[in-house]
Each structure stands twice: as structure tokens, then as C-alpha cells.
């Protein structure tokens, strides 16, 4: 209902203090109203005893005065002798002595004096007089109520009577109303003719003259209340009529707003101290809940902000429970804000050096990449120790790792602006402080030697080899690809052994391409978009074509002719390689035997991947499939390929061997070329790489070598097969160094099946020495 | 003695004719004998012709502050006489019509005279003594008396035949406080009645 605590409270307390508030007033205005009520009650009552005895001393005093004269003797005389104008006169005598309304005589045989006879309903009269000695009561004249007092005149016996009348009207009353303590009202009511009427002038009271008949009804005597209107309490007092038949009233009255108004400033102190109490009270409320809700509205607003990320603090200022919870609160805050740190830092940072990690480097960048203006550029370099898994394994992991840090330090101490960062375990990035790719090329070239000065780590000095690529973006690249680009341009730096160089975009290419190229491929080799094409090999002891190389081509249906060494070593990355080769297999056994077919017998030579010369299962594939068509294939494999997993390799080699598979060794030369291994490798022919063969005819280095290699292969009873021969003087070169096989475009290029099947057909070729002479040089050799 | 013997003599001289006595009881309302009322018989309804004489003397004492007889019958013209037998004074007097009178203040030993005119009643009172209250009937016949304190009453010698009888007593509910007696007639013996009258409470003093 209510949403501040403060409110809540003032609302509650004032609301209560207003509820007992008008408890105590309503219980002081019955209290007032009771008490008022029985006061007036009493008072009535009071009053209609002093009614009584005012009644009755005057009754008293008219009958006194009656009786006075009813002795007289002259006036028992004149009323005995029935001298009217005697009595007449003594009447009125003694009305105006006695200070009396009306005086008059009543005979025995009913005759009136001293008043019209008309005016009152005499027979009445005459039996109420004659009923009872000295009668008295109300009796109504001229139609209203007058109280009556008779004394008979006896002269000795009765001969009459004197009778004197007081008005009961208004001005009688308020002699009487006087008379009390109060403000009486008082009224006569009189029956007439069964109808209760007040003898005073003026609008007639209903509801009183009907209740003035019931309480006479009821003989009701106690002062009653009388709702309706205002309220009033009225007492009835029953007075005597002169004759039995009627009835009279005295009707006290007292309206009960007349008796509550000598409260009414009571009241009214109550009503006011009351709404100044309330006042106070919601104003002390008011005051004591906002001294217990400020804080709790301090904390409840901190505790938002808290949540929010801020760095906030209660200020403590009472020592109660909200002061201990704002302290507890600030505690709690302040170790959140420890841990958070320390979560930060540790999100932030590498564990091992305590350099910040790849995230907050990304955050760097993105903040720099952020404030750079349009033109300038964010520029990183990727720091990569060369050769760090030899070192490490030389100085031991925790030195290695102390190394990694302290060339951190190192760089920072040369370039205090930039950010260094650990990406992994042997590289750094660092974010240059400058907005130029040129500029931080340049300075990277000053700084390398003071980089790569060696370090002091476990108290021994150890070398250090470097190796940096370098990115930039202007915006268009986020953190993460930035970094990517970095490690890739060392990577491309490592690849052409420079020390530092910038990312190059045309050399890189686009790798995510490459990808969909392999799944393309595997989708090319069904669709037949892949082919082979054969490159023959010249028997130089002969002249004819005894083999052919067999090579995958890809036309791509939208990038055309896609280059060998890319889809082939995409191939060996990505694990497609098997799928290739296997393609490759199928596709030159069946090759073979279309040549078979049209009359030709060569020697068919497939490559093999390194990636797949220690696969035992390929191998024993690839031996059923061979074995199983009857094909003649040569396996061409390099001698690096061996060098990865040996035992393994040279097994599988045994496997080919046994199968009767002949082996060939490509590539000689151009790789780590290990005799130890040449030694062991169980094969049929040794292809020396073109990089020899192409220079040949200069003379020089390269005829040594490729005569000297010839000569070993022999030895080791393997055929030599030279590739890149591209002119005639080459091949006569080979001719004569006793080279078996030759390969190259002088010879042909590669070529088609069907190509092929006119090329062998058509194949004839002079010999650049002839066989004599050559066999010549053999034996002069020999 | 003069007053026996002059009636001694008027009854002698009524002659031979015959005559009974005739007795009434008068009772009130409650059955209480009531004393002092008045029985007047008129024989042949015809007021007695003549001087009329009583037995008893024409005379109303103060004694006591009141007076006595109560009741006192008296023929009309009688002289009566009030004595003061009381040490006080009395102012007697009545406004009765036809018998007014006043005796002004008079002492003790006093005698005093008042003259009955008028056939009817004389109610007495004393101007001073407003208790005292005394009535004399003023009758015109000779067969009238008064009940004693039985309520009875006698009257003698009552000639036989018709008469009008009546009964008075000054409290009775009645026209003139007198009502009419049933008896018709009387023989020559003793003839009786009883009657039951009505009264009022004397008026207050």
C-alpha cells in the first residue's frame, strides 16, 4: 500500500493516535452527555418538586384567601341574602388584593357572580364544586386552563361557593421556569376532548402533546428523553383538574443541546487538543521514521548502486541496529569490491608471469580501437620466442615461464606506453602506444637488438630469439581479429625467416575459404571434378616413355583450375587427405589400365603424403587395391615424411615392399635430407628435386651433387629419376651422370589420359647421346 | 310548668276525637340511626290551625362553643331563646329567609331572644365561632319532633286519618333536605315507619 517505510510508520502511528484520539472523545462526549443528561433528569425532577411546592403554596395561599372571605360575615350576609352587588363588589376587592386573575361566586342553586356564567361550562363546575369540599384543580375558562381554588361559603350551611381562578398561559410559566436552576421550559397541557393541548400561544409541538398523552397514559413520572428534532428531556407532571373527567399536565421541558452547551468548550478543548496531538504525533512520527527510514533509504539506494558496479559508502551515524547494518554494509561492500578486484585481476591476467592475459588485452585494444581518430591506427605486434618448446625443455617449464615474464618487463622498460600481454605460452602481444604501423615498424627495427640481448633467469644467461608479427586496424577490425591477424603475421614473419614483418593480407589469402574449398573437394572427387593428369618419364638408357607421374587437378566449376599445392596441402591440414589419395589410387589404376588397353605398359607413380605413410591402415587399403586390380604403381613419398614417426613409416614401407610395390623418394634434396634414414628406407628410386636439376647445365655444385647422388643411389640399388628437366642440355647431362629416368617439360608436360594414350603412341625422341656413346660413358665410368 | 299544663289543656280540649301515635325510625344510607331529623306530619295534609305548642322549650343554648339543641323545632312565631351558658361571647345569627336575625356579641349568663317568623328553617351560626352550627325548624303544624339519638321519633296523638308526612334534616341529599314519608293515613293505634335517608357531609369548618 505503501511503498516508503516512512510513510508507513507516520500513517500507522498518527492513524492509531487519531483511533485512541476519537475513542477518548467519543467516550468523553457520552461520558458529557450522560452526565449532562442525569444532571438535567435530576434537575427536572428537582424542579417538579419545586413545582409541587410552589403549587401547593399558592394553592394554599388562594385557599387561604378564599377561605378569608368565604367567613366574612358581611360577605357570608350579602351572598346568604343574595345581595349581588355586596358580593359583586367584595369580589373584586379581593381579586385585586390578592392580585388574583378572575374571583367569583358559585351558588348552591348556581348562581354566578362576579363573572359570566357563558365563560365556563358551569353544570361541570357546579358538580365538581359541590363533589368535593374545597375542590380544586384545573378547570378550563374561556377555553383555557386556569387553576381553579373553591372555598364554600357557609352562613352556617352552605350556600355557595368562592371560587378564584389563575391563569396557567405563558407568563405563569416563566414565573415558574424562574424558579429553576435551569432553563426550564414549562407548559400546562390540558386534555381536550381527548387531544392534549399546551395552553401556550404559538405553533403547536406535535410530537410533545403526543408524548405529553402517552407519559399520562403510561403514568409515566421520570423525566424522559424525547428524540425527534432536538432532543429534549421532558418530565410530566400530572395536576390535578378540578373535575375528575379531564386531566392536566405540567410538561418540563429541557432540550438537551441547552444542557451539552456549558460542555460544549469542553468539548471543543478536547476536539483541539486532540487534532494538536494528532498534529504532533504525525509530525514526531514523521520526524522518528524519517530518522529510522533515511538510513535504511541510504543503504536500500547504496545497495542499488553496489549492485550496479559503484564504489559506494554508507555513512554511518547511529550506533542502533541500522548503524551496525550500514557498517556491516559498508564491510560487505568494500570485501566485494576486494574480491571483485581480485577476480578482475585474476580474469585479467596470466597466472604464471602475473602479465595481463588475452582478455585484457582484447579490452585494451577495444579501448584504444574505441579513441583513435579517424586515420589513426591501433597497432600490435605478436612476440613469439623462437624455438621456445627447445628452450623450455633445455631450462626447465618454471624458467622458461620466468623468461617469458621477464621479457614482458623488458619490453615495457623500453616502451613504458604500451600494453603487454600474454597470449600464449611463448608468444606476447604488445599494443603499441603509437597510432602509425610505419612509425612502430621502424621503431621495432630499433629495438630488436636491446630485445633480443639475453636474459638473466635461474642466475645463467640465456639466449634470446625473437620473432614479431605486426597488425594494425583503423576500426574495421575488432580486438579479436586484430590479435588473429598478428599471430598470423608471425606466423608468415617465421615462414620467410625474417625477424619482424608486417601482416600481409595478399599472402594469407583467405584460410576461411580454403576451408569450404576441402568439403567442395570431397563433393568435386563424386561429381568427377576431379581428374589426373600424367607427366611421363623418359628412360634415358632407352629412350622410351617407361612411366608417367600421375597428378591431381581440380577444375573448379566457378574458380577454375585451383593450384595443386593448395588444395593438396588444404588436403593434408584438414584431414582430407586420405579421401584424396584414395581418389588419386582408384583413379590411376584405372588410368593404367585404359593405357593397357591401348597398348601402353608404363609405370604409374602416385604421391603419397607424408600424413599418410605411417597409416598402417592406408597402407594395407591401398596394397589390396593394387594387388587387387594388378595394377604396376609406384608410391612416391618424401623423405621428411619418414622422419616424423620412423618405426612406423619404415614398416609400413616393408608392408609396400612386400607387396611388391615399388617406392620412390621424392624430392631428394630439398628437405632435410638424413642418410641414416636413406639408408633404412627400403626403396626402389630416388627422384633428385628439380632445384638441382634445373641448374644444371651451368655446371658447378649442382652437376657434383646430382652426379654424386646418382652414384649413391646406385650403390644403394635404387634407380635415380631426375625431375625438371627442361632442355635438351640437361638431359644430356643426365645422360651422361648415368641418370635412369628423367621428368620434366623438356620431356613433356603433364597431360590427359587421352593425351596421353597419342603422346605415348606418336612418342619417338633422339637421344642427346647416342646409346653407343653413352654406353660408352658407362664404361668409361664403370 | 305553665307550658305542660297549657298542653295538658289543648289536649283535653281536642275532645273525644281519636288519635294514635306515629313512630318513625329514620336510618342513614349506612344503616346508622340518624338523630335530629325533623318529622312533620300534617293530617289531612292541612297545617295545624290555632297555637301550636311543644313540649319542649323554645330555647338554644352556647355551651361549649356550640350549640344545643342541634336541632331545635319551634312553631312558627315562637320566641326562642339563646342563653350564653359559655364564659366566651357569641355573635349568633341567621341569614335564613324569613327567619334573619342577629344577636351581636353577647356575654356569659346572657339571655337573649330571636323571633321565628317565617315557617322553614333557621340555620344559626356564631360569627365568631365558625364550628358552631345549629338549625331550628320553623314548623306550622303541632305533630312535628325530632329523632333522638336512636334515630326514632314518636309523634302522639296523631289524628286518625289522611295524613302528609315528611322528613327534614337540614344534610339531606334532597330537594329542601326534606323527603316525603310513605305513610298515607294513621288509625287509631300506633301506626310506624322507617325510612332511610341520604347525607351529605356537613360543609367544612
Known amino acids: ?782 | 310548668m305553665r307550658h305542660a299544663a297549657l298542653l295538658l289543656m289543648a289536649a283535653l280540649w281536642a275532645g273525644p276525637a281519636l288519635a294514635g301515635d306515629f313512630t318513625v325510625t329514620v336510618r342513614g344510607s349506612d344503616g346508622k340511626p340518624v338523630p335530629d331529623a325533623v318529622v312533620m306530619v300534617y293530617p289531612n295534609g292541612q297545617p295545624t290551625k290555632g297555637p301550636i305548642k311543644f313540649p319542649w322549650a323554645y330555647r338554644v343554648a352556647q355551651q361549649n362553643i356550640q350549640f344545643n339543641p342541634f336541632m331545635l323545632v319551634v312553631p312558627v312565631g315562637a320566641d326562642v331563646a339563646f342563653p350564653n351558658l359559655d364564659k366566651v361571647r357569641h355573635h349568633v345569627y341567621s341569614f335564613s329567609a324569613g327567619n334573619k336575625f342577629e344577636i351581636k356579641l353577647y356575654g356569659h349568663e346572657e339571655n337573649r331572644t330571636a323571633k321565628m317568623s317565617t315557617v322553614g328553617v333557621a340555620a344559626i351560626g356564631c360569627n365568631i365561632h365558625d364550628q358552631m352550627v345549629g338549625f331550628i325548624r320553623v314548623v306550622d303544624t303541632q305533630y312535628a319532633a325530632k329523632t333522638d339519638a336512636n334515630g326514632v321519633v314518636t309523634i302522639q296523638d296523631v289524628p286518625a286519618g289522611a295524613i302528609k308526612a315528611s322528613v327534614w334534616h337540614p344534610y339531606m341529599r334532597a330537594m329542601k333536605n326534606e323527603k316525603a314519608l310513605t305513610t298515607a293515613s294513621v288509625g287509631a293505634g300506633a301506626a310506624r315507619e322507617q325510612v332511610t335517608v341520604d347525607l351529605r357531609a356537613p360543609a367544612g369548618h
Open chain 1, 1 to 782: 500500500m505503501f511503498k516508503r517505510l516512512q510513510t508507513k510508520l507516520t500513517v500507522l502511528y498518527a492513524g492509531l493516535f487519531a483511533l485512541a484520539l476519537s475513542v477518548v472523545a467519543v467516550t468523553v462526549y457520552v461520558a458529557i452527555a450522560s452526565n449532562a443528561q442525569r444532571a438535567v433528569r435530576e434537575e427536572l425532577a428537582a424542579s417538579g418538586t419545586v413545582f409541587d411546592r410552589v403549587w401547593a403554596l399558592r394553592t394554599q395561599r388562594l385557599h387561604d384567601g378564599a377561605e378569608l372571605l368565604s367567613r366574612d360575615f358581611g360577605f357570608r350576609a350579602a351572598v346568604a341574602t343574595h345581595d349581588r352587588p355586596t358580593v359583586e363588589s367584595a369580589v373584586a376587592n379581593l381579586r385585586q388584593r390578592l392580585g388574583l386573575d378572575l374571583a367569583f361566586t358559585v351558588g348552591v342553586d348556581g348562581e354566578v357572580v362576579g363573572l359570566d356564567p357563558a365563560r365556563l361550562n358551569l353544570e361541570k363546575l357546579w358538580s365538581a364544586l359541590d363533589a368535593e369540599d374545597g375542590a380544586q384543580g384545573v378547570f378550563a375558562i374561556d377555553g383555557k386552563p386556569y387553576q381553579l381554588i373553591s372555598a364554600p361559603i357557609l352562613s352556617p350551611t352552605l350556600t355557595g361557593w368562592i371560587v378564584f381562578a389563575a391563569r396557567l398561559d405563558e407568563p405563569e410559566m416563566r414565573g415558574l421556569e424562574k424558579l429553576s436552576a435551569i432553563g426550564l421550559d414549562a407548559q400546562v397541557f390540558d386534555e381536550r376532548g381527548g387531544q392534549w393541548v399546551s395552553a401556550d400561544a404559538g405553533p403547536v409541538d406535535k410530537p410533545l402533546a403526543a408524548f405529553v398523552g402517552k407519559a399520562m397514559q403510561d403514568k409515566l413520572r421520570a423525566p424522559t428523553l424525547l428524540r425527534g428534532g432536538a432532543d429534549s428531556l421532558v418530565l410530566v407532571k400530572p395536576i390535578k383538574a378540578l373535575d375528575r373527567a379531564s386531566g392536566a399536565a405540567l410538561v418540563l421541558r429541557y432540550p438537551m443541546a441547552q444542557a451539552l452547551a456549558p460542555y460544549k468548550p469542553l468539548m471543543a478543548a478536547v476536539i483541539i487538543a486532540g487534532l494538536l496531538g494528532a498534529a504532533l504525533v504525525a509530525a514526531a512520527s514523521w520526524a522518528l521514521s524519517r530518522g529510522l527510514a533515511k538510513p535504511i533509504t541510504a543503504l536500500d539506494v547504496a545497495a542499488r548502486r553496489l549492485q550496479g558496479g559503484e564504489d559506494v559508502t554508507v555513512e554511518v551515524t547511529t550506533r542502533d541496529e541500522i548503524g551496525r547494518l550500514a557498517e556491516s554494509f559498508n564491510l560487505m561492500a568494500s570485501e566485494i569490491r576486494e574480491r571483485e578486484a581480485e577476480m578482475i585481476r585474476q580474469a585479467l591476467h596470466d597466472g604464471e608471469t602475473g602479465l595481463p592475459n588475452r582478455r585484457a588485452l582484447e579490452r585494451a585494444i577495444q579501448m584504444r580501437l574505441a579513441a583513435i581518430a579517424p586515420g589513426e591506427q591501433v597497432v600490435i605486434a605478436a612476440i613469439g620466442f623462437d624455438r621456445f618448446p627447445q628452450v623450455r625443455a633445455a631450462i626447465g617449464y618454471e624458467l622458461a615461464t620466468e623468461l617469458v615474464a621477464k621479457l614482458g618487463q623488458r619490453i615495457f622498460e623500453i616502451a613504458p606506453g604500451v600494453l603487454v600481454a600474454r597470449l600464449t605460452t611463448s608468444i606476447l602481444c604488445v599494443v603499441s602506444a603509437s597510432n602509425s604501423l610505419d612509425h612502430v615498424l621502424g621503431l621495432v627495427e630499433d629495438v630488436l637488438p636491446s630485445l633480443e640481448a639475453p636474459i638473466e633467469v635461474g642466475g645463467e644467461l640465456v639466449d634470446v630469439h625473437i620473432t614479431q608479427g605486426l597488425a594494425a586496424s583503423q576500426g574495421e577490425l575488432d580486438a579479436a581479429r586484430l590479435i588473429e591477424r598478428a599471430l598470423i603475421a608471425l606466423d608468415q614473419s617465421r615462414a620467410a625467416h625474417r625477424k619482424f614483418m608486417a601482416f600481409d593480407a595478399a599472402a594469407y589469402g583467405d584460410p576461411s575459404a580454403n576451408l569450404s574449398l576441402m568439403s567442395e573437394m570431397l563433393e568435386a572427387v563424386r561429381k568427377g571434378e576431379l581428374y589426373l593428369n600424367h607427366q611421363p618419364k623418359l628412360d634415358l638408357r632407352t629412350g622410351a616413355i617407361t612411366g608417367v607421374e600421375a597428378l591431381a587437378r581440380w577444375n573448379h566449376p566457378t574458380r577454375g583450375f585451383i593450384r595443386p599445392d593448395l588444395f593438396v596441402g588444404m588436403a593434408e591440414e584438414t584431414g582430407h587427405i586420405r579421401a584424396l589419395t584414395d581418389y588419386v589410387l582408384a583413379q590411376a589404376i584405372e588410368d593404367q589400365a585404359r593405357l593397357r588397353a591401348a597398348g601402353h605398359d608404363v609405370l604409374m607413380s602416385v604421391n603419397i603424403s607424408g600424413r599418410l605413410v605411417d597409416d598402417h591402415a592406408f597402407a594395407k587399403h591401398a596394397i589390396a587395391q593394387v594387388t587387387a586390380a594388378g595394377a604396376r604403381l609406384c608410391f612416391e613419398i618424401t623423405e621428411t615424411a619418414v622422419i616424423g614417426n620412423p618405426d612406423v613409416a619404415l614398416s609400413v614401407l616393408d608392408l609396400l615392399a612386400e607387396a611388391g610395390i615399388p617406392v620412390s623418394i621424392d624430392d631428394y634434396g630439398s628437405g632435410l635430407s638424413s642418410l641414416a634414414y636413406l639408408k633404412q628406407i627400403r626403396a626402389d628410386e630416388l627422384k633428385i628435386d628439380k632445384a638441382f636439376v634445373m641448374s644444371l647445365e651451368a655446371g658447378g655444385k649442382d652437376a657434383l651433387l646430382v652426379k654424386s647422388t646418382v652414384d649413391l643411389a646406385h650403390s644403394l640399388g635404387m634407380k635415380v629419376t631426375a625431375e625438371g628437366v627442361e632442355t635438351r642440355e640437361g638431359l644430356a647431362a643426365l645422360q651422361l651422370m648415368g641418370c635412369d629416368l628423367a621428368q620434366g617439360y623438356h620431356v613433356a608436360k603433364p597431360m590427359g589420359l587421352d593425351k596421353l594414350v597419342d603422346f605415348l603412341g606418336e612418342w619417338s625422341i633422339e637421344m642427346p647421346v647416342p646409346k653407343e656413346t653413352r654406353q660408352d660413358e658407362t664404361r668409361k665410368s664403370a
